[in-house]
């Protein structure tokens, strides 16, 4: 059962363009989002992240939308780069002292940007 | 900023050997680690997580009989794939933990032969 889902599976956007990525996931006891991002052959890199007592988190070009009652999240680009084209994963995680290093991710959205 | 080393980047090995892979942050102590395998079929699957002074708490189908991981302090730990086999193959991702944040690594992928 996968417990946060991630749409669209790929996403073409225009440069200049906003792109919208979807998250949503099953456990109410998840309260914190962070997003990564992930280029071929690296490692994932934390972009942005948002708890749950939270509706908004923004850093630069990167917005998260999060709606608790209907357990849906989404990460938005603002005029989108050709240098953001990447897959980018939605995770979750219960709080507690372990709560975050427990990620339950999503299977990611791959991101192409176009010039 | 907060950094963490993996090595090394790639490994392939026989089918039925070992692999060990090394961890370590650069810059911060991390109070824990989580050790990842990232496949294109299964996304990313959690093998363990370690806490230093804790008995580290590995996941539903992975053990320490098979991926038995060395944690001795806030800026090391080590992970080695016993008798690897092709189902093994992937990357895996070490992630380090500070200020309630998670940081991985480059990854270390394995390539079974």
């Known amino acids: 059962q996968q417990q946060v889902r991630q749409s669209p599976q790929s996403l073409t956007v225009w440069e200049g363009e906003t792109a919208i990525l979807n998250c949503s996931y099953e456990n109410s006891a998840f309260d914190y989002f962070p997003w990564y991002q992930q280029f071929p052959g690296e490692g994932p890199a934390l972009l942005i992240a948002i708890r749950s007592v939270s509706d908004k988190k923004e850093d630069g070009r990167f917005t998260i939308f999060f709606n608790k009652r209907e357990k849906k999240l989404s990460l938005h680009i603002t005029d989108s780069q050709p240098g953001d084209s990447a897959t980018y994963f939605c995770a979750a995680s219960e709080g507690g002292e372990g709560g975050s290093a427990k990620l339950i991710f999503g299977e990611g959205t791959k991101l192409t940007v176009s010039s | 900023g907060a950094l963490v080393y993996q090595y090394p980047r790639r490994t392939i090995c026989k089918s039925g050997t070992s692999m060990r892979m090394e961890c370590q942050a650069v810059?911060?102590?991390?109070?824990?680690v989580a050790w990842y395998r990232q496949s294109p079929q299964k996304t990313f699957e959690l093998i363990a997580l370690?806490?230093?002074?804790?008995?580290?708490?590995?996941e539903q189908n992975f053990t320490q009989e098979k991926f038995p991981i060395s944690h001795p302090n806030l800026s090391f730990s080590s992970m080695t794939v016993l008798n690897a086999y092709l189902e093994d193959r992937g990357l895996y991702l070490c992630g380090a933990r500070a200020l309630n944040t998670l940081y991985f690594g480059e990854g270390s992928r394995l390539i079974v032969v």
């Open positions: 810059g911060f102590q991390a109070t824990s």
């Open positions: 370690s806490t230093v002074n804790s008995a580290i708490k590995y």
